[in-house]
């Protein structure tokens, strides 16, 4: 089993749309979560950063961890065809290394 | 321009035929690390340096060797590539190791080996 399990996708939503991307964790141990986003053929970004579990809210971006459901979600409002890329969740228990999903590939149609 | 470089963007190579992909950094980053990406498996760590000179292994470090002799430079060498690492390459840095937790990973763009 993964040490965190991350839906592939596609995912296909219209534009305008609330979109609900997902990462479930086996590690208790984990306590800084953040989600990437990555472009096709452009190293990831960092979208949002979370400390223990709690929402935190940018613009139309929300992130929410459950540590003891161990399972954190990204909620993008009102989708634009821009938000079309890759989410990488990832996450670690210490600064040195972060372990990733595997990305869910999203397209916003207009 | 703050950015993380690599290159080659682009690399096709023969078996057993030593590589060097140079990644270089202008932020002053001390934390600096290499992951590859394969469809299905996600970004994992191969290397990663906390400092100049000071480098440890991540997930999947093996066929792989990494050195930090300036603090902007950190290369990634494969002595004998093989073709299960043919893969889309990321070197990435940051400012962490200086007790902050709260530093964002900055990414170059990539490089994708083939290994025929």
């Known amino acids: 089993q993964k040490e965190v399990e991350q839906d592939p996708g596609p995912l296909s939503v219209p534009e305008g749309a609330i979109v609900s991307l997902n990462c479930t964790y086996s590690?208790?141990?984990?306590?800084?979560f953040m989600w990437y986003r990555q472009y096709s053929r452009k190293g990831p970004e960092l979208l949002m950063y979370?400390?223990?579990?709690g929402n935190k809210e940018d613009g139309r971006f929300t992130a929410q961890v459950d540590k003891s459901s161990k399972y954190i979600s990204l909620f993008i409002r009102d989708s634009q065809p821009s938000d079309s890329a890759t989410y990488l969740c990832a996450m670690s228990f210490s600064v040195r290394q972060l372990t990733f999903g595997s990305g869910t590939q999203l397209t916003v149609l207009p | 321009e703050a950015q993380v470089t690599q290159n080659p963007r682009y690399l096709i190579t023969v078996t057993g035929k030593k590589l060097t992909v140079t990644c270089s950094q202008n932020m002053n980053h001390e934390y600096m690390s290499w992951y590859r990406q394969d469809p299905g498996l996600g970004l994992r760590q191969i290397y990663y340096?906390?400092?100049?000179?000071v480098t440890d292994k991540g997930d999947v470090p093996e066929g792989y060797k990494v050195s930090r002799k300036e603090k902007r430079n950190f290369p990634l060498i494969l002595e004998s590539p093989s073709p299960n690492q043919t893969s889309l390459y990321f070197c990435a840095s940051s400012l962490w190791g200086r007790g902050s937790t709260n530093e964002k990973l900055f990414f170059g763009s990539g490089t994708q080996l083939s290994v025929l």
């Open positions: 979370t400390y223990s579990s």
């Open positions: 590690n208790s141990a984990f306590q800084y």
């Open positions: 340096s906390m400092n100049v000179e």
